[in-house]
């Protein structure tokens, strides 16, 4: 089993001048860096309007406007200092400013074929589709004032970090923690805060139905926009990125159809759930081991997925807080079981590569158990910290 994020990769060597002391000049790739500009958009696409539609359930809101303006915020601060934090040089805890405003960035990346700026292209997608799983759930009850300040604030000091610490070189990637596709990083980050905003924002309306053919689109949109995500998080157009995509599939699939099984034999099953938010939690589910796992895996984890995500709607509509923490129930909870289950399903029984030397089913479930943890946490406190500041300035809640 890889070891790391990004799979390392063997880069194009064009042998030149330098082939004969040895040295071959190592090129980026143009094939694989015309892949990741493709998975990019396509997660941009679909994150804007798919997660908009799915978990948008008041028309007369202002949810497009609030989705838009949060992005739009995302993108800029990502520009300013967020990407230095999450991947620039630094610490074991937080990136320098040495790439602030997308500075320095080298025409290779260490251990790819693509560029830095390629790189940075691809991790904004993401870092878009992590405020859009949460703005998406909450903007209906959230004021877009109030909205502007706080995703400025958390995409700084809750997302740059998480990434950092897994994706960037930080403490939980030399503790083992691995995560291919965005499970913890963005699902189980994404669907804390959502979680924790709810409980802030107090009692909802209930579980708010949408119109069904938009939901559906929306499902369809994220579907798409997130195997694409999955897909680039291997850095070429190769095996992994088909191994990953595969397996997105597969889990997407024996989610909904479980979810569609649970609501049929739950026909008044509480809370916000739907073979639809069955589908999402298992691409969520699959996300973390993407590529790590075979089809047995991951239809595994789709099923379980699926089966988290119906007992965090009825945990949601215990807590009365309506359609809010929607997001939650899907990424959230089937970011959390994918992210420590998938290590059982490196196995080859299940199809799965197995482990490397020296690594172990009890010692990665330890690992990812201890990261999943981290990130809750750290979302849950830090997130509520700067909703509550930004709320002293502008509040929070919509009137109703």
């Avoid at 799983?133 to 400025?152: K, P, Q």
């Avoid at 973390?288 to 595994?300: H, L």
């Avoid at 359609?323 to 289950?341: D, K, M, N, Q």
């Avoid at 172990?360 to 750290?378: E, P």
Wanted: proline letters at 2%.
């Amino acid at each position: 089993m890889k070891s790391i994020y990004r799979p390392a990769l063997t880069a194009l060597s064009v042998f030149g001048a330098t082939a004969a002391q040895g040295q071959p000049i190592i090129v980026a790739d143009s094939g694989d860096s015309a892949w990741v500009l493709a998975a990019s958009a396509i997660a941009l696409f679909a994150a804007l309007p798919g997660l908009a539609l799915f978990h948008g359930r008041d028309r007369e809101s202002d949810h497009g406007t609030a989705m838009f303006v949060s992005v739009a915020i995302a993108s800029l601060m990502f520009a300013i200092i967020g990407y230095s934090l999450a991947f620039g040089e630094g610490s074991s805890i937080i990136g320098g400013s040495g790439n602030a405003m997308l500075g320095n960035m080298a025409e290779l990346r260490a251990d790819a074929t693509i560029s830095d700026t390629v790189y940075a292209l691809f991790e904004l997608s993401i870092a878009v589709f992590a405020v859009g799983i949460m703005v998406s759930s909450i903007a209906n009850r959230a004021r877009i004032g109030w909205l502007t300040g706080f995703i400025a604030i958390w995409s700084l000091i809750v997302y740059a970090p998480i990434a950092h610490w897994i994706w960037g070189g930080g403490w939980l990637a030399e503790l083992g923690v691995l995560d291919f596709g965005g499970g913890m990083v963005v699902q189980v980050a994404a669907g804390t805060a959502t979680l924790v905003i709810a409980l802030l924002l107090g009692p909802g309306q209930g579980n708010v139905a949408g119109d069904g053919r938009l939901t559906l689109a929306g499902l369809w949109l994220v579907w798409i926009g997130w195997s694409g995500v999955i897909g680039g998080a291997a850095l070429s157009g190769g095996n992994d990125a088909a191994t990953a995509m595969l397996n997105a599939q597969f889990a997407a699939s024996a989610a909904l159809l479980t979810g569609f099984a649970i609501a049929r034999w739950r026909r008044n099953t509480s809370g916000d759930y739907s073979f639809g938010t069955a589908a999402i939690a298992g691409l969520a589910a699959i996300s973390t081991g993407a590529a790590f796992v075979g089809p047995g895996g991951a239809i595994a984890l789709g099923v379980l997925g699926a089966i988290a995500a119906w007992a965090g709607s009825i945990f949601i509509t215990r807590l009365n807080v309506g359609s809010t923490a929607s997001a939650f129930v899907s990424s959230g909870c089937g970011g959390i079981v994918g992210a420590i289950a998938f290590p059982v399903f490196v196995s080859p029984t299940f199809g799965g590569p197995g482990f490397d030397e020296g690594v172990g089913l009890l010692t990665q479930t330890l690992a990812q158990g201890v990261g999943v943890l981290v990130v809750i946490l750290w979302s849950a406190v830090v997130t509520a910290i700067a909703a509550l500041m930004v709320s002293m300035i502008a509040p929070m809640r919509v009137r109703v």
